[in-house]
């Protein structure tokens, strides 16, 4: 079946050091993919998507990169702070009318002041 | 503030027990998400409300599991005769449009089942 991985379950990074959280994706026919963070006790905030006709997209802060060759996503934190202290989801929209997004495992981003 | 509301928070039932968890998403939102969230693993789709249209099922997990959608707007989940295994953080989401990419998530559910 179709899959959404994370390649790291923990990151950890220095205050004011860029983060990069990576993720892949095995359903080429996907139209969007979004990033989610979730931190403790609440529910996924959504941060930033990307259509599958793009390669880069850019938010405050946040970067996401596209490649479709490798079928692979990536979310890039400028400047992290410890309130990025969170656990980040890559999420798929199956194109096709297919509305339900396929989260990832998660990878979680711990922040040292 | 006017985001996604579950209740109860926490919930914890006896093994063979119904429970009833609610949704109250955001007015004016068409679509409604039910995902169940185990110990550090991602969402796991349940059902999907779309407008007016027939909900999408396919993702519950057993027929122990149903939802219903009242006028449009508050959802609640139902679990008939937990099992331990049904414990996790049971999430609702809700977008403007069918088929929205930005979804807004409640708090969730916690429910053990003991």
């Known amino acids: 079946g179709e899959s959404v991985g994370l390649h790291l379950p923990t990151l950890s990074v220095q205050e004011g050091d860029n983060s990069i959280i990576n993720c892949a994706y095995s359903?080429?026919?996907?139209?969007?993919f979004i990033w989610y963070k979730q931190e403790s006790g609440k529910g996924p905030q959504f941060i930033i998507d990307?259509?599958?006709?793009?390669d880069k997209r850019q938010g405050q802060r946040v970067t996401v990169l596209l490649n479709k060759t490798v079928k692979h996503l990536s979310l890039q934190i400028a400047a992290t702070q410890p309130g990025d202290s969170a656990v980040y989801f890559c999420?798929?929209?199956?194109?096709?009318?297919?509305?339900?997004?396929?989260f990832g495992r998660g990878t979680s981003l711990i922040v040292h002041p | 503030g006017a985001g996604v509301s579950q209740s109860p928070s926490n919930k914890v039932t006896e093994k063979g027990k119904d429970v009833e968890l609610r949704c109250d998403p955001i007015?004016?939102?068409?679509?409604l998400y039910w995902y169940r969230q185990s110990l550090g693993q991602g969402l796991e789709f349940l059902i999907y409300?779309?407008?007016?249209?027939?909900?999408?099922k396919s993702g519950l997990p057993s027929d122990r599991f149903s939802a219903e959608r009242t006028g449009g707007s508050v959802s609640t989940l139902t679990i008939q005769r937990t099992q331990q295994e049904d414990s996790a953080v049971y999430l609702c989401?809700?977008?403007?449009?069918?088929?929205?990419?930005?979804?807004?998530f409640g708090p969730g559910t916690r429910l053990t089942v003991t």
């Open positions: 007015s004016g939102h068409t679509a």
């Open positions: 999420a798929e929209r199956g194109a096709g009318g297919s509305y339900i997004p396929t």
């Open positions: 990307i259509r599958s006709n793009m």
């Open positions: 409300f779309q407008g007016n249209s027939a909900p999408d």
């Open positions: 359903n080429s026919a996907s139209d969007y």
């Open positions: 989401a809700s977008s403007l449009l069918v088929g929205g990419k930005e979804q807004y």
